[in-house]
Nanobody, 115 residues
Framework: VQLQASGGGLVQPGGSLRLSCAAS????????MAWYRQTPGKQRALVAL???????SYADSVKGRFTISRDNAKNTVYLQMNSLRPEDTAVYYC??????????WGQGTLVTVSS
């Protein structure tokens, strides 16, 4: 299974972006789908996750602003990002954990929040 992330770009503070993570196979085969982000010199950090049962979890810094969701018919997971701040600038990666506990990563998509 391959994961393809897209949707990054340049946005002004306070703006919105929606990231997409399209899977080459069924996302129903994943126990967990998640978004991580990474800035230069820092470790990749969890932003949001969505379990196969529909439970979600968010980093404190994005709670109330970001929403993770999925469309099983399109085999795609989304990250809706609202009220973006300069500190949200990062490369965002999608991640999937299969039922066999294998981790899959998509390529990163760069989000830049700047005026």
């Amino acid at each position: 299974v391959q994961l393809q992330a897209s949707g990054g770009g340049l946005v002004q503070p306070g703006g919105s972006l929606r990231l997409s993570c399209a899977a080459s196979g069924s996302i129903s085969s994943f126990d967990v789908m998640a978004w991580y982000r990474q800035t230069p010199g820092k470790q990749r950090a969890l932003v949001a996750l969505l379990t196969s049962g529909g439970s979600t979890s968010y980093a404190d810094s994005v709670k109330g602003r970001f929403t993770i969701s999925r469309d099983n018919a399109k085999n795609t997971v989304y990250l809706q990002m609202n009220s973006l701040r300069p500190e949200d600038t990062a490369v965002y990666y999608c991640n999937g954990i299969s039922r066999a506990q294998t981790a899959y990563w998509g390529q990163g998509t760069l989000v830049t929040v700047s005026s």
